[in-house]
């Protein structure tokens, strides 16, 4: 349920997203409790950077103390060296693969901060890429060439360590083991995969960027289905409002919409446009018309903010099957506007893959 503290942080993210402040009436009350409340919401959901973007928009008399000031300044700043440490790690890994001829395409991650305000105050963890079906000969030259190790037990894609920081390399787009329904939403990701996109350069190198019709399904079914598994934070919101903004007139919505109702996603589409232009101020000009449930707008928005399922992870292998089971079962009203297959057989594919790679079961 929205409080003022979550009406303040959603004041800051406007704020942050339009480049100045409208709101600054709703801060004149805000005491050190509150402040630390929206500071702590903020850093939860992903988004402490953006939303001090947001204070900086404020008046002084009506910013937050000074020592939570200056803890948040530190963060932010811990943010921002984060994202050099990964920008480098992307310049090199790119130069390597273009060294051996292989082209990479980023997903998500740098590529998509590159359409926020400040770019560095996205923050992300793995690098994400596409080798356009060149996963396996990749991975063959990095451990030759690089003696890293290179983990085959996940279920879409391998991993290795590479700077410190983790990389996903995929060979499949979405996980299509886990869910009969993304192999469908596979078949357009590959599609759409091959159609030239953007491109930044690092390091002299041209590194690729998704195509507008790879992002928007990419996106959407990448929080999705997370949010149906476990919970995404409002920095998924964000990323999907900059993608909208940043790609006014080429997003074909007539194309996605369809492809989200083929998907049984087509009312999570609708709820996280609802929230991007009601909460976050996005123009509803920008969208396409919906009729979008506003009950279930709410308790997908409350979901994102507050779990309704918030129990810890246990530690020992039977524990955590047993909790995931419990999570699963809470889910399942968030599985119901993701998925087009039925509960029981999404649940018989899960422990399939589960079975299948082990490790994952404690992932």
């Known amino acids: ?34 402040w630390r409340e929206i500071y702590s919401r903020s850093s939860a959901q992903g988004v ?11 008046p002084g008399e009506l910013c937050p103390p000074r020592q939570l000031l200056l803890e948040w300044a530190f963060n932010v700043e811990q943010i921002e060296k984060r994202y050099r440490r990964h920008e480098a790690a992307v310049t090199r890994l790119a130069a390597f693969y273009h060294k051996h001829g292989i082209p990479m395409m980023l997903l998500k991650g740098y590529g998509l901060s590159l359409s926020y305000p400040v770019p560095s105050h996205r923050p992300f963890g793995d690098i994400d890429i596409w080798l356009y079906g060149r996963q396996p000969e ?16 996940k279920e879409h894609h ?11 390399n995929h060979y499949d787009i979405v996980n299509n083991e886990t869910h009969s329904s993304n192999r469908r939403i596979e078949q357009p990701l590959k599609r759409f995969a091959a159609q030239p996109g953007e491109s930044v350069e690092l390091g002299g190198v041209a590194v690729g960027l998704p195509s507008v019709p790879f992002n928007a399904l990419f996106l959407l079914r990448h929080a ?90 246990p530690n020992g292998l039977l524990p955590n099957m047993w909790f995931k089971t419990r999570r699963w079962w ?25 079975l299948k790679r082990p490790k994952s079961i404690s992932a």
């Open 1 to 34: 349920m929205k409080d003022t503290a979550t009406d303040g942080l959603f004041a800051l993210l406007r704020a942050a997203l339009h480049g100045k402040m409208e709101d600054t009436a709703l801060f004149a009350q805000g005491d050190e409790a509150w």
């Open 48 to 58: 402490l950077a953006v939303a001090w973007d947001g204070l900086q928009m404020l």
């Open 138 to 153: 990749a991975d063959r030259i990095v451990t030759r060439e690089l003696g890293l190790q290179v983990d085959e037990d």
């Open 158 to 168: 391998t991993t290795f360590l590479f700077d410190g920081i983790m990389v996903e």
């Open 224 to 313: 999705a289905v997370h949010f149906a598994a476990i919970n995404i934070g409002l920095r998924h919101v964000l990323d999907w409002y900059v993608f909208v903004e940043r790609n006014v007139g080429r997003i074909d919505w007539e194309e996605l919409c369809a492809l989200a109702r083929e998907a049984n996603m087509d009312r999570f589409l609708e709820c996280l446009n609802a929230i991007c232009a009601e909460d976050l101020g996005l123009d509803a000009s920008l969208l396409p018309p919906s009729a979008c449930d506003p009950k279930l707008k709410e308790r997908v928005l409350n979901e994102i903010l507050s779990p309704e399922f918030s129990d810890a992870k």
């Open 330 to 354: 809470a889910n399942r009203w968030k599985h119901r506007i993701v998925y087009d297959e039925s509960l029981a057989g999404a649940f018989v594919n899960s422990v399939r893959a589960h």
